[in-house]
């Protein structure tokens, strides 16, 4: 089955605790990407990747990271989460050449 | 850079009535799509409709339809003989059809609005 795996689905974690959020695909897409989804504001994109070894800041990038070392996966990682960063956190990809997104399930990210 | 309006942040309908969802977007660029996304309680999103830009003709899925003004940057969602099961969060998104930019394949999304959809 086609899909985007995003894991964990729920994190709570402390201030400055190294995490990481995982995101594989199995549709060999080139372009990955994450949002995340606060109330009022939609989903605004953190980081993407065109594709190995290519990734590009979005619009909220401040406090995260990403690498793109394999085509299927794209983690993101936060050095030193902050209670800011408290949100749903939604990874995706889509084909070059297509204007369909793959979602993954959602991770939702609790920083106390 | 591209934005996306929605400005009903909850919107309710009565089961098999008819409700509109509204969505305005500002852009420079000529050629773009357009999109309607359902978002449940489960948190998956869900695409329910595309609209590319160039074409005129309004698109259409069984009981969702858009009203697509180009000229007017208006996107609004049209979902006829409501569902319970209709009730989400809607989000509109808009994303560029040039593939040789360093934004290709970014959505940007509107707000977001609550459908509740009453018995």
């Known amino acids: 089955e086609a899909q985007v795996t995003q894991n964990p689905r729920y994190l709570i974690t402390v201030t400055g605790k190294k995490l990481t959020v995982t995101c594989s695909q199995n549709m060999n897409h080139e372009y990955m990407s994450w949002y995340r989804q606060d109330p009022g504001l939609g989903l605004r994109q953190i980081y993407y990747s065109m594709n190995v070894e290519v990734t590009d800041k979005g619009d909220v990038p401040e406090g995260y990271k990403v690498s793109r070392k394999e085509k299927r996966n794209f983690p993101l990682i936060l050095e030193s989460p902050s209670p800011n960063q408290t949100s749903l956190y939604f990874c995706a990809s889509s084909l070059r050449g297509s204007t369909e997104a793959f979602f993954g399930q959602g991770t939702r990210l609790t920083v106390v | 850079a591209q934005t996306v309006t929605q400005s009903q942040p909850e919107m309710s309908v009565q089961e098999a009535e008819t409700v509109t969802l509204s969505c305005t977007y500002d852009?420079?660029?000529?050629?773009?799509?357009l999109f309607w996304y359902k978002q449940p309680p489960s948190r998956q999103m869900i695409l329910v409709i595309r609209?590319?830009?160039?074409?005129?003709q309004n698109a259409t899925e069984n009981r969702f339809s858009v009203n697509f003004q180009k000229a007017a940057k208006s996107f609004s969602l049209k979902i006829s003989d409501s569902q319970l099961g209709d009730a989400a969060m809607y989000f509109c998104?808009?994303?560029?059809?040039?593939?040789?930019?360093?934004?290709?394949?970014?959505?940007?999304f509107g707000q977001g609005t609550i459908l509740t959809v009453h018995p």
């Open positions: 852009t420079s660029e000529s050629d773009y799509y």
């Open positions: 998104a808009y994303r560029s059809a040039w593939a040789g930019g360093t934004s290709y394949g970014k959505l940007t």
């Open positions: 609209q590319e830009a160039y074409k005129q």
